[in-house]
């Protein structure tokens, strides 16, 4: 059997797709790129991704099966130094729900709502 990853992919429920999209691209300073949906049912904003390396492509997700909100599930997105997308959250219309703080060898994690209700991470190392 080959090894893998646990996560291959993940999807942000939205209601307003171009709202959030705003805030992500804002908050990550990076550009999403539009997607279809194989199944012609959604909407949906990928966030930039190589799949032939470490980690997992994902997308806002805009569909009639699920909704945002905070929840069991947190994406972490990887950053260089969370401090500084942290920053851009509130001016982006989220809110900072737990400043940066150490997880030890881990590095560091800042926990964050979007403006559509989801609660996400930022981790790195510095």
């Excluded at 909407?43 to 099966?65: C, D, I, N, R, W």
């Excluded at 969370?82 to 940066?100: D, L, M, N, Q």
Aim: charged share 20%.
């Amino acid at each position: 059997m080959t090894k893998m990853n646990a996560v291959g992919w993940f999807d942000i429920y939205v209601d307003d797709l171009d709202r959030a999209v705003g805030f992500y691209e804002a908050v990550l300073g990076r550009k999403l790129e539009e997607i279809g949906d194989p199944t012609g049912e959604s909407q949906m904003m990928s966030f930039p991704a190589e799949m032939s390396v470490y980690g997992a492509g994902g997308a806002l997700t805009k569909s009639q099966h699920a909704r945002p909100g905070i929840g069991g599930t947190i994406i972490y997105f990887s950053v260089a130094d969370c401090a500084t997308e942290e920053s851009r959250v509130e001016a982006a219309g989220g809110k900072v729900i737990r400043p940066k703080f150490s997880i030890g060898e881990f590095g560091w994690v800042s926990l964050l709502q979007d403006t559509e209700g989801n609660m996400i991470g930022l981790n790195s190392m510095k």
